[in-house]
């Protein structure tokens, strides 16, 4: 049975209305990250972008190409650390959401 909606609208229509489904999705992107599972979390940070703030925005808060951003969350993008920390510092910085790391 084919679906009628594509995932990536799901994800956009749930991050809208639910405040800590946006929470979620972004802390589990980082924890993906931190995690050592690098295309996880590029996935996960890649929807969440997708459901908020959207790539074009993200580009001209970060000064960092829009095209770059897309690759960066790509299957097969490496993003660099200072993208990255850049792009997850402005992230937090919109959603109000401010993430932190302890040793477990």
């Given at each position: 049975m084919p679906l009628t909606r594509s995932f990536r609208e799901t994800v956009q229509a749930r991050a809208e209305r639910d405040p800590a489904f946006r929470e979620a999705l972004l802390t589990e992107g980082v924890e993906a990250l931190l995690g050592g599972d690098l295309d996880t979390g590029k996935a996960v940070l890649r929807d969440y972008i997708n459901a908020t703030i959207?790539?074009?925005?993200?580009a001209d808060a970060?000064?960092?190409?829009?095209?770059?951003?897309?690759r960066m969350f790509g299957p097969r993008g490496?993003?660099?650390a200072r993208n990255?920390?850049?792009v997850i510092g402005h992230l937090q910085a919109t959603?109000?959401?401010?993430?932190?790391?302890?040793?477990?």
């Open positions: 959207g790539f074009e925005r993200l970060t000064g960092t190409p829009s095209k770059s951003l897309m490496n993003p660099n990255l920390f850049a959603s109000g959401v401010s993430l932190r790391v302890r040793a477990g």
